[in-house]
């Protein structure tokens, strides 16, 4: 067996069975935690101001970059402003299984939030969503500017300055899902 197609098994079974793996090790919450488990996720994701966006490239390597993001919405749906012709638009187009990272700013804890990525090039939001500082990125008048809009199926919360931990032995830890 080839070299190529080896790795291309390999890479297979690894995204078959990587879902499996994330769900085992997260630690179901009970309805009544839900609310301090959102709020807990908020303060962490205002005060990280950036987080990691992670897609898969087309060799099923995964793909880490820094954004930008705008503060969530209620449901914790995020956006992004990127650059149209950028490698992650390429990457979304081809799997828009993303994944985001905030750390919080005591570095105590993280939300991380598994969704699905959309690409918005509406010309009314996106006008809504800009930010100035982002001029000098899209100097011929926001030319290229799309934006990333992702919807959340699940996400995770640790924060030990805030008492919410994972399983003692096993380390998984609380998930809220998102329907």
């Not at 959309?118 to 800009?130: F, G, H, I, M, S």
């Not at 990333?148 to 830890?173: A, C, F, H, N, Y």
């Given at each position: 067996?080839?070299?190529?197609?080896?790795?291309?098994?390999?890479?297979?079974?690894?995204?078959?069975?990587?879902?499996?793996?994330?769900?085992?090790?997260?630690?179901?919450?009970?309805?009544?935690?839900?609310?301090?488990?959102?709020?807990?996720?908020?303060?962490?994701?205002?005060?990280?101001?950036?987080?990691?966006?992670?897609?898969?490239?087309?060799?099923?390597?995964?793909?880490?970059?820094?954004?930008?993001?705008?503060?969530?919405?209620?449901?914790?749906?995020?956006?992004?402003?990127?650059?149209?012709k950028s490698r992650?638009?390429?990457?979304?187009?081809?799997?828009?299984?993303?994944?985001?990272?905030?750390?919080?700013?005591?570095?105590?804890?993280?939300?991380?939030?598994?969704?699905?990525?959309?690409?918005?090039?509406?010309?009314?939001?996106?006008?809504?969503?800009?930010?100035?500082?982002?001029?000098?990125?899209?100097?011929?008048?926001?030319?290229?500017?799309?934006?990333?809009?992702?919807?959340?199926?699940?996400?995770?919360?640790?924060?030990?300055?805030?008492?919410?931990?994972?399983?003692?032995?096993?380390?998984?830890?609380?998930?809220?899902?998102?329907?």
């Open positions: 067996m080839s070299y190529t197609k080896l790795l291309f098994f390999i890479s297979l079974i690894v995204l078959v069975l990587l879902p499996f793996q994330i769900y085992s090790q997260q630690l179901e919450v009970e309805e009544s935690d839900k609310k301090e488990l959102k709020m807990a996720a908020r303060e962490i994701i205002e005060a990280s101001q950036t987080c990691t966006l992670i897609t898969i490239d087309n060799n099923a390597i995964p793909m880490v970059r820094i954004m930008d993001p705008f503060a969530p919405e209620e449901d914790f749906t995020i956006w992004f402003g990127t650059n149209a992650k638009v390429k990457q979304i187009k081809q799997n828009p299984n993303v994944t985001l990272y905030y750390q919080d700013s005591d570095s105590s804890g993280y939300v991380v939030i598994h969704g699905i990525a959309q690409l918005v090039d509406d010309a009314k939001e996106k006008q809504t969503r800009w930010k100035e500082a982002w001029e000098d990125f899209y100097p011929n008048d926001r030319e290229n500017y799309l934006l990333i809009k992702v919807s959340p199926q699940w996400m995770e919360i640790l924060s030990v300055s805030r008492g919410i931990l994972g399983d003692e032995s096993t380390w998984k830890t609380p998930v809220l899902r998102f329907d």
